[in-house]
């Protein structure tokens, strides 16, 4: 499974890259993003810390919590996998919304995340058999990573 969501990762991320794209189609094309997010929710079921760590930007809200540091991310990492696995989560889907979209169809973001969320973030909606994961992906260069969480 490792090496399968390794190679997943590494050939979408080479054909993004290597594609030519306008800043705009670039911020209208979500398949980057919905990559990032599902490998993130898959490597976290699986138990794969080191897999979804990367995915993540230096500094993650954790539901309001922030988190900075390699290994505080990956201790807040762990408690999710424990989170998930005391659960048994089966990942249903993931859908991406850009920020315009979540809030036409959600409102406005929760106090605790209202100053977490900007403009320009898109969202990740992982819905599992019992509960659901909102995920924000910021870009940084012509990558995403995982900003916030929050369930």
């Avoid at 390699?70 to 696995?85: C, F, S, Y």
């Avoid at 005391?86 to 920020?99: A, D």
């Avoid at 406005?108 to 058999?129: H, I, S, T, W």
């Avoid at 659901?132 to 916030?148: A, D, E, P, T």
Wanted: glycine share 6%; hydrophobic share 45%.
């Amino acid at each position: 499974m490792r090496s399968f969501l390794r190679g997943m990762l590494l050939t979408a991320l080479l054909a993004a890259l290597l594609s030519p794209q306008s800043a705009s189609a670039a911020g209208k094309n979500l398949f980057l993003p919905r990559l990032v997010a599902s490998s993130f929710v898959r490597a976290l079921l699986v138990g794969r810390v080191k897999t979804a760590a990367p995915l993540c930007a230096p500094r993650v809200n954790f539901d309001g919590k922030w988190v900075e540091g390699e290994k505080p991310l990956r201790e807040a990492l762990q408690r999710l996998v424990a989170r998930a696995r005391r659960s048994r989560l089966r990942l249903r889907s993931v859908q991406v919304l850009t920020h315009a979209e979540m809030v036409r169809r959600y409102g406005p973001p929760p106090p605790r995340l209202a100053k977490v969320v900007k403009r320009k973030d898109v969202f990740a909606l992982a819905r599992f058999d019992r509960m659901g994961l909102v995920m924000g992906l910021q870009r940084q260069g012509r990558l995403y990573r995982i900003k916030f969480l929050s369930d």
